[in-house]
């Protein structure tokens, strides 16, 4: 951006001292560089060439954990029973079926339904590197760039958390739909993934697909990778009892404590679902200011369990949130679940505030994608934000003291109405100005896979 643009917010959810606070009348300039210059509450009626958003303005969310390609497997994998491992044989027949170019069409438009949900950054769990069979493209990062390039169509950002994944469990060859994730060992791993660039729109992060799939000896090659180049590390972390159960009769120690001696865990790394966990694993990952990234709609999809995400918050961990699987793309459901899920498991309330649980699918979610100058409306930050309506029929209703509730906890993703990417306005009165007939581009890259 060249020139200076400004918003109009007939609310928005703004830092203070006291903790964040929704304010009135607030007017939000961005300047060069797509970057709030002025932040200023009870500036009066929207005035002539401000863009008004009406609604609740909120930073954009950070969608803190994506495979874009499970997308596909919605209202699929939801029929009949099964487990974690039916679904997963499910999604390997669907990644089979992709290559550069279908991945492109679908991840534009999965990275377009994020932005209709009011979702401004997204970190790609990506490990789908090579062609079938393991067989290299050309181009040894095509799969990447083109998630890459797809963010940049649908307007938002994205951390390309590149994926080392090289067993099918501990000690084991990959699986014949599991080659296509392997570099064949993590030196190779890091020499292919220190070709990808970073653009203006897009940064470089690492990450261990699981203890299962990257041999203990390997796990410090991708943790140095990830320290010299000052990146986010991210890892599945004991999403199943399997996982623990095969990890101690392989190493004799839980998933966490095999991260934790080989260096992978620490403040740059999420460790995403974090669902069984013994209380020394919950003592190691607040000791070293681990981030948790929860994944509340893919964690219950799966039938996965609760995970201690409060006791973990308590311990001085971050808690971040990632829509995972897609089973529904909603931050604001993956934000109240958390709070609703710690009801059920200990019938009481009151365990989150909406504001802790704001923090965490926006500033928080940010930092852990290596975006820690985004998910704050402030000047300085990135101008990155939506505006959620407060008159449809989940909203509507009287608010003497407006506070940040009525988005968290009733709230949805049809309630967006704009979304604004470094000033650019990518979403208007809840039309995607990029990718126009979203569904569309969903329905058509969905139905080439099948």
Known sequence: MSAVVTYWAEHAWLPHVNGPVVERDVLIAVG????????????????????????????????????????????????GSGT??????????????????????????????????GITAVGEFHYLHHAPGGVRYDNPNAMGEALIEAAL???????????CYLS??????????QLRFSDGDA?????????????????????????????????????????????????????????????????????????GDHGVLGPRTSVVHATHLTDEDIHLLSDTSTVVCMCPTTERDLADGIGPARRLASSGCPITLGSDSHAVIDPFEEARALELDERLRTRTRGHWTANALLRASTEDGHASLGWSEAGRIEAGSLADFCAVALDTVRTAGPRPALGAEIAVFAASAADVRHVVVGGRHIVR????????DVPKALAEAIAALQ
């Open 84 to 117: 974690f491992w039916t679904w997963r044989d499910t999604m390997y027949r669907f990644a089979g079926a992709l290559d550069p170019d279908s991945y492109l069409e679908l991840a534009t438009a999965v990275y377009a339904e994020m932005a209709l949900a």
């Open 429 to 436: 009165d809840g039309v995607h100005q990029l990718v126009p």
């Open 168 to 177: 099918s469990g501990f000690g084991a060859e990959p699986t014949k739909p």
């Open 187 to 259: 030196d190779s791993w890091a020499e292919r993934i220190s070709e990808l660039k970073p653009a203006e729109h897009a940064r470089i992060g690492a990450a261990v697909h699981s203890v299962r799939a990257v041999p203990a000896e390997q796990l410090g090659t991708v943790a140095h990778w990830a320290v010299m180049r000052k990146a986010p590390l991210h890892v599945h972390l004991s999403e199943q009892t399997a996982e623990n159960d095969a990890c101690l009769a392989a190493h004799g120690v839980t998933p966490t404590r095999l991260l």
């Open 153 to 163: 169509r649908a307007g938002i950002r994205i951390t390309l958390l590149d994926t």
């Open 32 to 79: 060069p560089g797509g970057r709030i210059a002025k932040v200023t509450p009870d500036s009066g009626p929207c005035p002539s060439g401000a863009i008004r958003l009406g609604g609740l303005v909120l930073p954009g969310h950070a969608n803190a954990h994506s495979h874009a390609f499970h997308r596909a497997l919605r209202g699929n994998v939801q029929v």
